[in-house]
């Protein structure tokens, strides 16, 4: 597409995100009845651990710079305030309040149900994030229908590509909803594993986001996210904060035991002394929803910078395909922070 095209078809792509910013309620009881109050959900609990990062009630985050600044893929950093920084519009304040009320009131102790919940709702997140990107693609889909002068090869195939991968997405992620949902009826938070990551401080970065792991930390194959014809096995990642101390913690249903078990026991195989920059440069590259304290990343060397800049573009459509080591060390020095020690759940992964 010319530059003229290019610009039109990425102002669309941005208007018609904006009208998308519906909200809607995931609670697995959600319905008229029950639902009340619009809410703008935190996927990091406000008090406390939002607040112990920020700067003059502002945390850090990289946001996708505008395509004329920087073309497509790229990040900028930028101040968001801590009533909006993390939230996300997709379950009422009721249910906000009442589902997540074990984990937003009490200290982390690790006890299973605080596991599972912390995991659901990055899990929720992703769920409402897909969903939107899915509505946004048919809108623009529609509108590419009526003005055919923009269409051209590249932007039909883009549309129907885009369509389609995030269709398959939303698709996966429901059917993992459909099991958390079951596991909170039934309080069987037992079927959750976890394995956390116990930091000798407090971290300056903190996140909440679900994937589906591609490569071990070893480079071997575990799933090919462009494989449309079977549901990809997920991880949840969230780094807190407990007594003041960091905390990353990657957790999952059993029934998806099959990639995430050797996916996090190569992880557990790396370097004790590096585990923290590993830990960080996952976050980076897994998640969007991802803030730090604005100091720390201020002070960072500009090289240290451009590697999380780097992690954040990974796995866009704009970027070039996962290789089997883009896990690998890349050196980066932004985190002082060392593991002090790692909790499983179950003790032992021989499962
Ligand atoms: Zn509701």
Redesign the pocket.
Known sequence: MGNERLEHFYKCLRKSRALFQSTC?L?PD?SRA???GRSRAHTIQRSAILEAIARHGHVGQLVPATERESGPGAYRYALVGINEATTFPG??N??DSELFRPVETKPLTFAGEQVFLLGYRALLRECYTKRQAVQTVALLGAYLDRHPELKDELSDDYVEWTRLGNEHGYEDLMHHKTIYDDCWRHGNFEEIRFVAFLYDRATPILNASAFGPEYDFDGNSLQNLGDLTFVQDLITYCIWSVNGRGVALLAWHESSDKKCVPFVESLLRQPRQRLSAWLTSMAFEHSENLVFAPGWWEALSRSNRLLLENRMRGGLPSSELRRPHYLRDDGHTAISAKISRILRQPASFQL
């Open positions: 309620c609670h959600a029950t639902c009340n379950i009422c009721r249910h």
